[in-house]
């Protein structure tokens, strides 16, 4: 009974996100337009839809901060070894992120117009080469633990 009722209010939480994505997307290309001074379109609802997606991204972080806390508590009550190494695996995930941080180079770019010099400072620049290094560190140890895992799987099954 629990597992069904669950489903069902996944399913219609999903089929109502999906339907409000879909209508705001919608009124975004079909809302209207008007073309700015420089020749570019400026639609009507960007608002809208940045805010929705605002939302959406708000709610995806707090629903998965929510199901790992849980998720931690659970293990340490069945399995305290799993549970400190997701921890750990938590750890060395800020501990990446503050030395991709800390090699960041922080010195202005020269060249760039006038909207963007406010994100030309030397923590922004810190914080944009901190994401960048952590997804090349991130994407190689993923083609390492996948090439691992299948070179690990022949050998243990020889």
């Avoid at 700015?36 to 997606?53: C, E, P, R, V």
């Avoid at 070894?81 to 202005?108: C, H, K, N, Q």
């Avoid at 994407?139 to 020889?158: D, E, H, M, P």
Wanted: positive net charge.
């Amino acid at each position: 009974m629990a597992v069904t009722k669950i489903r069902k209010v996944s399913s219609t939480t999903l089929l109502v996100l999906t339907v409000v994505s879909v209508l705001i997307f919608v009124l975004f290309f079909a809302g209207g337009a008007e073309v700015d001074a420089k020749g570019n379109k400026d639609y009507a609802f960007t608002g809208i839809l940045l805010y929705w997606t605002y939302f959406l991204f708000l709610v995806t972080i707090v629903a998965t901060i929510c199901f790992a806390l849980r998720n931690i508590v659970s293990a340490f009550q069945t399995n305290s070894r799993r549970a400190m190494l997701s921890i750990g695996s938590l750890v060395a995930f800020v501990v990446l992120l503050g030395i991709t941080y800390a090699i960041g180079d922080g010195e202005p770019i020269k060249g760039l117009n006038e909207a963007s010099q406010s994100y030309n400072t030397s923590g922004w620049l810190k914080v944009t080469d901190m994401w960048l290094y952590s997804i090349y560190i991130l994407f190689v140890a993923t083609i390492g633990a996948a090439i691992w895992g299948g070179v690990s799987k022949r050998l243990l099954s020889k």
